[in-house]
């Protein structure tokens, strides 16, 4: 037998000699990645009745999951997209899945789940006056406060939250259709009905020759898990699995907290071509301070832009087209995701990729929205594949430490800026 690492090395033949001594737990599903979608799909197979586990080897949603945006609408967040008529119907019904989750009812019980807005926008931002060249922009001259033509459409004021009351507010403003959740707050809903089938990994989980994995963690005697079906759903941890042809990018986000900033902003703002400039959506830290977390177009950097000037920029942004909103006062981090989606010709796929080689399984999600779409997908897999639930012994991993779960990201910045 041999362990391949993520390089394809080979284990010393001590190690080999460990795991012919470890105890085995033989199951029906071994999921590698606690993020979305693994809590997801563990939370449909523990439902449908078959054994599994959960492995993870950092905390639970720490990769991408913790660090998203927590937008539930109809139409994807990430890259172009022409469905068929099977996509969009599949895609048209997500929201009110979602929703009846939410309620109580549907495939996992979301009820635990925080949700933050019932009403985000999707704003066509205003053409500014002074848009096009100007001199004092082009000597670096930037005014703080430059005013937006207060030319108007959609919805009017008595139909927004009460921060968006602004004579100087300009531009389109439609509701998105969907809502937005507190992403830890998921992770607690689909932790919640399945801990015990969660457990801690002493480094990246990685496949032994025969398929098997060696379960390790400080304290305990390895143990030995043996799946019918193993399924990656690690994020950027998959890419060595090399089955799916991937995008990874690094994504720098801003966050702002404190001062006069108001907690009623969920907003995805596009220039008048229709592609996105930022997103924002508001939360409360630890300490009971308002954070807006910033991303999208702007957040797509490469990695030759520091931290300080990607603030600035959107600092300068949110003064741009919101002038009313003061950042007196407020303090500014940024921080960096790698996010991974699997690669469809040339364009990011925005449904989840799910790929079965040898009886091992990789799956990928674009969205968290799209999350119950791949565990849909998985599980046909494994009833097209004739895989019956059946029971486990899991005592060898009975009192396994859990992983814990990832603090929100503005929790878990130490360094802010005044
Ligand atoms: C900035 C940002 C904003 C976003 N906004 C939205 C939004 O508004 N709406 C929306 O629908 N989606 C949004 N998304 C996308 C969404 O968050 C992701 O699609 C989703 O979280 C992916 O979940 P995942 O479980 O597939 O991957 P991940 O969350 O990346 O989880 C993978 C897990 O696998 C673990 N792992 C990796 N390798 C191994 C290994 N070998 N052994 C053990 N464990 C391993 C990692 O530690 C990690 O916990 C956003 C994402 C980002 C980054």
Redesign the pocket.
Known sequence: MHIQD?QGAKATAMESAILMLSSAVKLDLLI?????????LLNRACREGYSALL???????????????????AH???GPWTPTEAQAQQVSTLVSRWREMCAGSGEIDLRRVRILSEQPLRWQLPVLANSGFSLRRWLGLRRKHEPAVVERSGLADAELPASWHSEQRGGHMDRLDGF?ID?RSLLEALVWPVRPYILH?R????LAGDGSVNLRVDGRDPVVLQAQRTV???????A?LGSVPLHIWQ?S?VMLRGGQLPDDVFVNAVDDSGRRRF?V?SHRDAEGRVVW?L?GGN?DVSSTVDGEEQIEQVRGEIERYMPWVSLAGTESACIS?????ARLRDAIAVLPVVKQIDGFIT?????????PL?ADEVMELLRADGLHPSAADLRAVDGWPA?EL?AAPWDNVKSWLA
């Open positions: 993520g590698v990645g606690a993020g979305f979608s693994g809590l997801w492995i993870e080897s950092d905390r639970i949603g720490s990769g991408q999951s913790i660090h998203g945006h927590g937008f539930i609408v994807p967040t990430v937005v992403n990994s480094g990246p989980v990685v990656f759903t690690a994020g950027t941890g998959s060595l994504q986000l997103n959506t977390y991303g957040s995701v790698q996010r991974a989606a799956a990928w999600s674009a969205n968290v929205a799209t999350a791949l992983p990832a």
